[in-house]
């Protein structure tokens, strides 16, 4: 924990507390990581927290935009301090591996919605699957 992530929850409207920088410091240390992978890495980074109080702070990031929820199909939630730029993931069907994928480049299919009904639409969710190289192997 360092004064850069104090900085970065103080920012964003966020209350520094110890759990706060610990959980920061988590998901920036294992990004795609479930909330349980998180509790877990919180625990030995500065012992007891409930995995309530991970879930809470959880929300209260992706609230302030500090961190990204993201959920494939079949998936729990998983978390990274990837924000804003509206990249994409690859996953793979076997043993859930994931990976940042930039925004496609060249032709883009189904990335423009044929009618937005209305909206301003800011993001596009788009996931890869496919199987990674060890599960081919």
């Not at 103080?10 to 509790?39: C, F, I, K, N």
């Not at 793979?92 to 919605?113: H, K, N, Q, Y």
Request: glycine letters at 6%.
């Amino acid at each position: 924990m360092d004064d850069s992530t104090e900085q970065k929850l103080r920012s964003h409207g966020v209350q520094v507390t110890a759990q706060r920088l610990a959980v920061l410091d988590a998901v920036a240390a294992r990004p795609h990581a479930t909330t349980e992978e998180l509790t877990e890495d919180v625990r030995s980074s500065i012992g007891s927290i409930s995995r309530q109080a991970v879930y809470d702070t959880l929300g209260v990031f992706v609230e302030k935009n500090l961190v990204r929820r993201i959920q494939p199909t079949g998936s729990v939630a998983r978390y990274e301090d990837r924000v804003g730029d509206n990249h994409h993931h690859l996953v793979c069907r076997e043993c859930s591996i994931m990976f940042d994928i930039d925004c496609a480049v060249g032709t883009t299919p189904c990335l423009t919605a044929n009618d937005d009904h209305g909206f301003e639409i800011d993001e596009a969710e788009v996931v890869y699957w496919g199987r990674c190289p060890s599960c081919r192997a």
